[in-house]
T-cell receptor, first 112, second 112 residues
Framework: DQQVKQNSPSLSVQEGRISILNCDYT??????FLWYKKYPAEGPTFLIS?????DKNEDGRFTVFLNKSAKHLSLHIVPSQPGDSAVYFC???????????FGPGTRLSVLP | NAGVTQTPKFRILKIGQSMTLQCTQD?????MYWYRQDPGMGLKLIYY???????DKGEVPNGYNVSRSTTEDFPLRLELAAPSQTSVYFC???????????FGSGTQLSVL
């Protein structure tokens, strides 16, 4: 049973528009949530995180929103750029710094 | 400063063969992890270590062994390779005070 779900395997967005990637989780003990970005033939790289005491965290073009009651988080990328084309993984942890659970990923394609 | 180095990048094994995937870090991080990523799936934790001499099982440890004799190295051993172990393997490092994980570039393993 997947504890972290990303129900959209892929997403295509026009350059300059907003990209919204969604993630749902089932374990109410999770208290840290992270987004990782992965290019082909590379390891995932950290993008942005949010703790359960917040509902929003921004870093430049990237914003993560957390809705604890719905057990849902989303990553917004505005404006989207072709270099953002990658696989995005949502991850959650219930023990700060240990034992992250990853979702299956969403492949984002930003079209010029 | 290479960060996290994994070797080899690619390997093909025959069923029943054994091999060791190497992971070395130069960031002096306490925590080290081994994940595997199967197509369309998230990263699943195989083993992790919170420091030299300490290792623990993750979600999918069967068929693997690890050791952590130094802070820098965390090798993953496959004793009797099986086709189900065909996957991409990622080593990652972290710190107890920081939720971010830093990943190596991965080892693509095929067992035929």
């Amino acid at each position: 049973d997947q504890q972290v779900k990303q129900n959209s395997p892929s997403l295509s967005v026009q350059e300059g528009r907003i990209s919204i990637l969604n993630c749902d989780y089932t374990n109410s003990m999770f208290d840290y949530f992270l987004w990782y970005k992965k290019y082909p033939a590379e390891g995932p790289t950290f993008l942005i995180s949010i703790s359960s005491i917040k509902d929003k965290n921004e870093d430049g073009r990237f914003t993560v929103f957390l809705n604890k009651s719905a057990k849902h988080l989303s990553l917004h990328i505005v404006p989207s750029q072709p270099g953002d084309s990658a696989v995005y993984f949502c991850a959650a942890s219930g023990n700060y710094g240990q034992n992250f659970v990853f979702g299956p990923g969403t492949r984002l394609s930003v079209l010029p | 400063n290479a960060g996290v180095t994994q070797t080899p990048k690619f390997r093909i094994l025959k069923i029943g063969q054994s091999m060791t995937l190497q992971c070395t870090q130069d960031m002096n991080h306490n925590y080290m992890y081994w994940y595997r990523q199967d197509p369309g799936m998230g990263l699943k934790l195989i083993y992790y270590s919170v420091g030299a001499g300490i290792t623990d099982k993750g979600e999918v440890p069967n068929g693997y062994n690890v050791s952590r004799s130094t802070t820098e190295d965390f090798p993953l051993r496959l004793e009797l390779a099986a086709p189900s172990q065909t996957s991409v393997y990622f080593c990652a490092i972290g710190q107890p005070s920081n939720e971010k994980l830093f990943f190596g570039s991965g080892t693509q393993l095929s067992v035929l």
